[in-house]
């Protein structure tokens, strides 16, 4: 079962990159994506990002070493899934995000968070309650 993210993410944007697996600093982010694999297209939330990859969480069935792609706009990247727990998955960029791209989508982030916090709460509500089901 996936977790739901804190409600309101942490304005700091780095964290200690020897903390985490990836070795690049993460930002903490809640915005809706789409990713695409040989199965098709499915939503999903990003939750953390960073140049070299990002944590989701979905609907889609994924497997480790899977291809597929991330996008939400500026972002539009080939990935490898790395890790896989319940509905979240670990996506491993193939080349680095360029900065700004990320700094973006931490502004869209920002803006979109502000907009919409509410009903993004419900579309993961809705996939933590199906999940225990």
Known sequence: ?????????????????????????R??????????????EFECAIEDISRTGARIV??????????????????DELCMVAWTEGQAAGLEFTDEAALGTIRMLRWHNDRYHGQNAAAVGRMLRGWVEDGAG
């Open 1 to 25: 079962m996936a977790s739901l993210p804190h409600p309101d993410p942490a304005p700091e944007c780095a964290i200690d990159a020897s903390a985490n697996r990836r070795g690049a600093e």
């Open 27 to 40: 930002l903490a982010v809640l915005l809706p994506g789409t990713l695409t694999t040989l199965d098709g």
């Open 58 to 75: 979905t609907d889609a069935t994924l497997r480790e070493g899977r291809e597929c792609v991330l996008a939400c706009s500026p972002l």
